[in-house]
């Protein structure tokens, strides 16, 4: 491995757009050496449905051609990165891990997400796979097949956006975006060993139609540096998104080094009063959260966390969701095409009588003012990621918990909760267990106060580093 050609150089996308922009390298030399990566990642690890190489290439040149002549391409000139699967790119299709949609023509627009990171002079080389629809925590789709963790080829990157956390863990590109409706982004996060910051609602626009309001935008990175970058860049309102929120008012890659954490309040919480959690994982997670606190100098707050369990509000929550991703005259027709879990949902859903509904929602409001009376105790809310570290890449079915079966949404029962009240909330790299396998710690923060969660990762992330990529890779 030492000896391959494009090993060495910048690697973070702090430090490719730096050197693209001090002309130490090319964004051609750095985009042909990511298509080169997922080339000959492809087969071990499927992170990538669709590769646009002469698009990228032709971008890569015009860039190159500004800063030649003097001109400023933005804070992330020249660094290539993949694009959820959900995400809408110009000049790429957009499949949505479903058949439904595999083979439809390339989009005619960005989204907001991503044409503020063209504005900043990225580069978008593919889309990167998900799960179908985004509605799980692994990736294996009919339209695409089952994508593998770099860690371990054997078991699943997460997901729903896993296709960005493999192609990131395993060095293919610095980062990947990512969209989080109940852990999309920091389950793969925890179960690959990167950087994933879910922020609050409507800080990252969306313009698509939704009922629940708990999905955001976000992305998968290596280090805290490049995810506060990204927020800089991505955040502010957006007209298309009525929930987008106003400009923060600072920078978040300034706060990630300046912002005072001395007194702040921390509750650690091992379960929320509801969950059970693999005893390796837990000895990682209550390690790093002890050392979070003593290096950010926080106050610990002794106060046993008792919600309520937050799945079937969540569940409720995306019942009318799931429709906006079929035409009229998709379902039943086309049922055959989907995998089972997401064609049980449509059955599950299709003649939701509203009382049920109502009681969906009555559940999350009850969450929702438990959360902030929570959060009137404390500033900051420590858990697991998630309950397991990354399982079987075909599926969760066959995880236990010292010996006895879990259900497969109570392997990552802490992650929801964030998406239903609007919390920001980042996982950040904890620990190894014994065989090697990433485990990520939740740090959760009052609405609106991102910077303090990516702080905090900051924080960690001096006290702790971690590998910026799986063993053996890229």
């Known amino acids: 491995n030492e000896s391959r050609p494009d090993r060495g ?9 730096e050197a693209v922009r001090r002309r130490e390298v090319s964004a051609r030399e750095m985009v042909d050496r990511a298509l080169d990566r997922v080339a000959r990642s492809h087969e071990r690890l499927n992170a990538f449905v669709h590769v646009a190489g002469r698009q990228a290439r032709e971008e890569a040149d015009r860039i190159d051609r500004a800063i030649a002549r ?42 907001v997400h991503v044409s503020r990171l063209r504005a900043a002079g990225a580069i978008p080389i593919g889309m990167t796979a998900c799960s179908e629809f985004g509605t799980v925590h692994f990736t294996n789709t009919k339209a695409w097949g089952i994508t593998r963790n770099p860690w371990n080829p054997d078991l699943t990157p997460g997901g729903s956006s896993g296709g960005s956390s493999a192609a990131v863990a395993a060095g293919v590109v610095p980062f990947a975006t990512a969209g989080d409706g109940g852990g999309s982004t920091r389950i793969p996060a925890s179960f690959t060993g990167l950087l994933g910051m879910k922020p609050s609602y409507g800080r990252i626009p969306r313009e698509e139609p939704s009922t629940s309001q708990t999905a955001v935008w976000g992305a ?15 955040s502010g309102p957006d007209d298309r998104d009525r929930t987008s929120l106003p400009p923060a008012g600072l920078s978040y890659e300034r706060a990630i080094e300046e912002l005072e954490t001395r007194g702040l309040r921390a509750i650690w919480s091992p379960d929320l009063g509801y969950a059970r959690v693999d005893p390796e994982v837990l000895e990682i997670t209550e390690a790093a959260a002890a050392g979070l606190i003593e290096a950010a ?12 369990e937050p799945i079937k509000a969540w569940l409720g929550a995306g019942a009318i969701d799931i429709w906006l991703h079929l035409e009229r005259d998709d379902w039943p027709a086309r049922a055959d095409e989907l995998v089972s879990h997401v064609r049980r949902n449509f059955e599950a859903t299709e003649n939701l009588p509203v009382p049920v ?21 404390t500033d900051i809310l420590i858990t697991p990621t998630t309950a397991v570290p990354a399982f079987d890449a ?81």
């Open 357 to 377: 509904y109502a009681n969906f929602l009555r559940r999350r409001h009850r969450l929702q003012v438990e959360m902030a009376e929570l959060f009137e105790r």
């Open 297 to 308: 100098d926080l106050t610990l707050v002794e106060h046993p966390v008792e919600l309520t």
């Open 9 to 17: 150089g910048p690697e973070t996308a702090a430090e490719i757009a």
């Open 70 to 111: 003097g001109a400023f391409e933005g804070p992330l000139a020249g660094v290539p990165f993949g694009v959820k699967d959900m995400d809408r790119c110009a000049g790429m299709p957009v499949s949505h891990g479903s058949l439904i949609h595999k083979g439809r023509p390339p989009e005619s627009q960005d989204s």
């Open 394 to 474: 075909r599926s969760p079915r066959d995880v236990t918990i010292d010996g006895e079966k879990v259900d497969p949404a109570m392997t990552v029962p802490f992650t929801m909760l964030a998406n239903l009240c609007w919390n920001p909330a980042v996982s950040i790299p904890a620990g190894l267990t014994r065989s090697g396998l990433p485990v990520g710690l939740q740090v959760m923060t009052r609405r609106h106060a991102d910077e303090i969660a990516l702080r905090l990762a900051r924080i960690l992330e001096e006290r702790n580093p971690w590998p910026l990529t799986a063993p053996g890779w890229p």
């Open 220 to 234: 998968l990175t290596r280090t805290v540096r490049d995810s506060a970058r990204h927020l800089d860049i991505t």
